[in-house]
């Protein structure tokens, strides 16, 4: 017969024994879920850097499926940028425009990837990219788009110099339109 003493230790070791397992589980998972979002997006704290013409400049790294991910902000909120010199406009998620209190504008059919749909213009007051920042942007609100991305488009690329060299783009900014 069993004193209680040994069913309480019994009981007491097998909890630290799922305690240890438990925390050997969280060691490993944070590593490598920080790993995964380095893999998908490499260029999550950029920084513009001067040129010695006096332009700005900010060097993004392809992440693993061949694409440009970036952080950066639209109207002062923060969101992960997918470089798309494929779309006219910077496209904003509606749900996206609705928390940062974008104006919804004239609506407009549009063509995607995905085929036609209604969206709606607008305009964003500041777009941030490292230390790039341009004013007065022209953007589309898409209603079907997912939330967690903006297409930064060639309304935003088009005042900026890119140079792609291997895995990694050049976005510059000459030192005369700077903050423009």
Do not use: C
């Not at 069993?2 to 438990?22: E, L, N, P, T």
């Not at 925390?23 to 944070?30: E, F, G, T």
């Not at 088009?158 to 000459?174: A, F, N, P, V």
């Amino acid at each position: 017969m069993r004193s209680q003493d040994d069913v309480f230790s019994r009981s007491i070791g097998k909890g630290m024994v799922w305690a240890a397992w438990i925390l050997a589980l969280v060691v490993l998972v944070i590593p490598f879920r920080l790993f995964l979002q380095h893999q998908e997006n490499p260029n999550r704290s950029i920084v513009a850097r001067a040129t010695e013409e006096g332009a700005r400049e900010v060097i993004l790294r392809r992440n693993r499926n061949g694409q440009y991910l970036a952080n950066g902000q639209v109207n002062g909120y923060p969101v992960v940028f997918l470089l798309d010199t494929g779309a006219t406009d910077i496209a904003v998620p509606e749900a996206f425009a609705r928390e940062a209190g974008l104006h919804f504008g004239r609506k407009v059919l549009v063509q995607t990837a995905n085929g036609s749909l209604w969206a709606w213009r607008t305009r964003l007051r500041s777009v941030a990219l490292g230390g790039i920042v341009l004013h007065d942007v022209s953007a589309t609100i898409l209603p079907t788009m997912a939330h967690d991305q903006v297409l930064l488009g060639m309304s935003f690329l088009k005042h900026l110099e890119l140079l792609q060299s291997g895995d990694t783009l050049s976005l510059r900014q000459k030192g005369a339109a700077a903050g423009s």
